[in-house]
């Protein structure tokens, strides 16, 4: 496969990624839910899909990242196994069954999980989650498609959004009495669940973050929403996640409350001093220049044409301990394992939340 570098990719960056070593990012399911994407045929610009295609892991950090890379001329590939001389990026260890002992380095993507110890390099998408020396981190991307907010709105505060599958959003801002407080108060909450809407800020005034996982799954997290809520031009007011403060400013870019009625305290100031909503506003669209497509795909051209490289032509992966049959059916078993353990405690405790009570100062 031949491609060319696209001219508006930096000069270092088109450096870089003539320098890349063969790439494939591996999905076990391609066949099945990609089937355009088949053989080496240029994909359609990321755009053309609707954002609905890319809410499983799978097709974020795999199909998505391959798109990405290759609509930016980059020569990589898609596969449904890992391949022997090339570096493979994977998401789910259930395909390390296909991979032989001539399989080159396994990039393993840990995302929301815990450790992950199948890949010969892992990628966090948090820098307070990485923990060893073979581990890089690498943001989350964007929504695709994302809707920025209309400039018309001006600094008008009524639309407040929350983004998100109702399981991951805070009980306490699901609850009809936060609501009520907040249409007390003369906003309205808008509540983004569908997969659909999570990219349109068009309407919306001020985004709420609030997360209800335990703090150990948090400890994990992207800051997608706070970098969305930058890019898209809409003041963002979050709980205390770590992810957040490694990217952000609280208060200056972003706003930060730890109860329902801190939040609403916020919104208030922000509705009553457009001084203080643009100013947020304009340090946020500075600051997502950092964490924006373009930063993210720099990124992974450094991976890659980096520590990537170095470990294929290295041969440092040679060594790995799951390269017999027995080793990956025990790493995929265990991996199961964990995650059953995983999300039971956050079911549990999310159980919990929605035993309590809405309270304006809690």
């Known amino acids: 496969m031949t491609a060319e570098i696209d001219a508006r990719t930096p000069t270092h960056d088109r450096e870089l990624a003539t320098a890349l070593p063969p790439v494939v990012f591996v999905s076990s ?34 199909v998505s990242t391959y798109i990405r890379l290759r609509n930016a001329g980059l020569p990589v590939r898609v596969s449904m196994r890992p391949e022997a001389g090339a570096v493979n990026v994977v998401c789910m260890p259930q395909v390390l069954r296909e991979a032989g002992p001539g399989t080159g380095p396994i990039v393993a993507i840990r995302a929301d999980r815990p450790a992950t110890h199948w890949g010969d390099l892992v990628l966090a998408q948090n820098a307070a989650g990485l923990r060893r020396h073979h581990e ?94 930058w890019i898209a031009g809409v003041p963002a007011i979050t709980g205390f996640e770590p992810c957040f403060r490694t990217v952000g400013r609280a208060g200056i870019d972003y706003l930060e409350a730890r109860t329902p009625g801190e939040a609403i305290a916020l919104i208030e100031r922000l509705a009553s001093d457009p001084d203080r909503y643009r100013d947020i506003v304009a340090r946020g669209r500075m600051r997502s220049a950092l964490h924006d497509e373009s930063s993210v795909l720099r990124q992974w051209i450094a991976f890659l044409s980096g520590p990537a490289k170095t470990c294929l032509e290295s041969g440092c992966y040679r ?25 039971e405690s956050s079911r549990i405790y999310r159980r919990m939340q929605t035993s309590q009570r809405f309270h304006p100062e809690r």
Do not use: C, M
Request: net charge positive.
């Open 29 to 62: 399911r391609l066949q099945s839910r990609w089937p355009e994407l088949a053989g080496d045929a240029e994909p359609p610009p990321l755009a053309r899909f609707p954002s609905t295609r890319f809410l499983v892991l799978e097709d974020i950090w795999i």
């Open 136 to 229: 890089w981190l690498i943001d989350h991307w964007p929504q695709p498609n994302l809707i920025h907010r209309n400039e018309a709105r001006g600094t008008r505060v009524e639309r407040i959004g929350v983004f998100g599958p109702l399981s991951s959003i805070f009980a306490p801002i699901q609850d009809s009495r936060f609501r009520a407080e907040l249409q007390r108060h003369g906003f309205e909450l808008v509540l983004r669940t569908d997969g659909a809407d999570w990219n349109d800020y068009s309407d919306i005034d001020v985004q709420l973050a609030f997360r209800s996982p335990p703090r150990r799954e948090l400890a994990t997290k992207p800051a997608t929403k706070l970098v969305q809520s």
């Open 319 to 343: 060594g790995r301990r799951w390269t017999g049959r027995i080793a990956i059916r025990s790493r995929v078993a265990g991996f199961r394992l964990r995650n059953l353990v995983y999300r």
